[in-house]
């Protein structure tokens, strides 16, 4: 038969035996939430990389349309020095749009690459 002091004892070793189990669990749990996080920002990292060479893609894209535009308006002008003053004006025009074009393309890609790297609301940054 026990005691009351075995009894205590016994229930102080249980005690001391649970503390440390939940220390421990706790280790687990925050190398987990570690472990997580670190899960997202590389996925993150991949992301930014995927759409940095999409722009990048896009870019050179555009810009190798203007540099053709660019090349045909010159060969153009060269060709019409008599009505100059009319092929400059639709030259202009051309240039102008293929100007605006990789522009507006440039801003939306860094637009998108920007909105990527946002972290997305709810989630603890």
Known sequence: ???????????EEQISSLHAQQVELRK????AQL???????D???????????EAGDKA????????GRWADARRQMEESISTASSVADTVRAGLEKAYTDLRKALLES????????KPEPGKPT
């Open 1 to 11: 038969m026990s005691t009351t002091d075995d009894r205590i004892a016994k229930l």
């Open 28 to 31: 687990q749990l925050a190398k």
């Open 43 to 53: 996925e993150l990292e991949v992301q930014m990389h995927l759409a940095s060479k």
């Open 110 to 117: 860094a637009s998108q690459v920007t909105a990527k790297a």
């Open 35 to 41: 472990d997580q996080w670190q899960g997202r920002f």
């Open 60 to 67: 050179n894209a555009l810009m190798e349309q203007l540099r």
